[in-house]
T-cell receptor, first 110, second 116 residues
């Protein structure tokens, strides 16, 4: 079974706005990773945040991790139409296994 | 970043036939690869962990005789869907890691399987 939930399931915004996606999990993790998937394609790694880290940045992306609440968020600032995709969080547990959340479908309208 | 190549990108087969999907790490060696299945507009479900030189580890509920995994070399893992049925139609994706835990995973481009 999948571990954790993501919300919202779908998000539609205008170009230039910020997009925030949330991910929760149930058991302890080694790290949490965010991936992007364009329709019908493979996944592209965005950011990895370790369990002892609280925040990471990469360009327009900002990821936070709150281990006390077992939750993470992905913020995309100044969104662009090209950011339209599905975004998944993935929790790494023992054995290097990654389990994925349900994903958020982001649509950025020009 | 590292490149994982998956082949074919799509395949249509008749019910009862078997289909083999290849996953290759092009510029690194992967002792472990992972196979996922994804239904439309849904998340990725981990099917199995493919280990070079040993048997794959299947997730609960995944039929090992149905989904045969072979990891014959450090750069190639294959998934064979045996006696395929329409309900096996799905998007199959493999991934591999460059190194130990706490490193990113690299994904193949996926294979769209349609069983008619």
């Amino acid at each position: 079974s999948q571990q954790g939930e993501e919300d919202p399931q779908a998000l539609s915004i205008q170009e230039g706005e910020n997009a925030t996606m949330n991910c929760s999990y149930k058991t302890s993790i080694n790290n949490l990773q965010w991936y992007r998937q364009n329709s019908g394609r493979g996944l592209v790694h965005l950011i990895l945040i370790r369990s002892n880290e609280r925040e990471k940045h990469s360009g327009r992306l900002r990821v936070t991790l709150d281990t006390s609440k077992k939750s993470s968020s992905l913020l995309i600032t100044a969104s662009r139409a090209a950011d339209t995709a599905s975004y998944f969080c993935a929790k790494e547990t023992s054995g290097s296994r990654l389990t994925f959340g349900e994903g958020t479908q982001l649509t950025v309208n020009p | 970043g590292a490149v994982v190549s998956q082949h074919p990108s799509w395949v249509i087969c008749k019910s009862g036939t078997s289909v083999k999907i290849e996953c290759r790490s092009l510029d690194f060696q992967a002792t472990t690869m992972f196979w996922y299945r994804q239904f439309p507009k849904q998340s990725l479900m981990l099917m199995a962990t493919s280990n070079e030189g040993s048997k794959a580890t299947y997730e609960q509920g995944v039929e090992k005789d149905k989904f045969l995994i072979n990891h014959a070399s450090l750069t190639l893992s294959t998934l064979t869907v045996t006696s395929a049925h329409p309900e096996d139609s799905s998007f199959y994706i493999c991934s591999a890691r460059l190194g130990p835990p706490n490193t990113e995973a690299f994904f193949g481009q996926g294979t769209r399987l349609t069983v008619v």
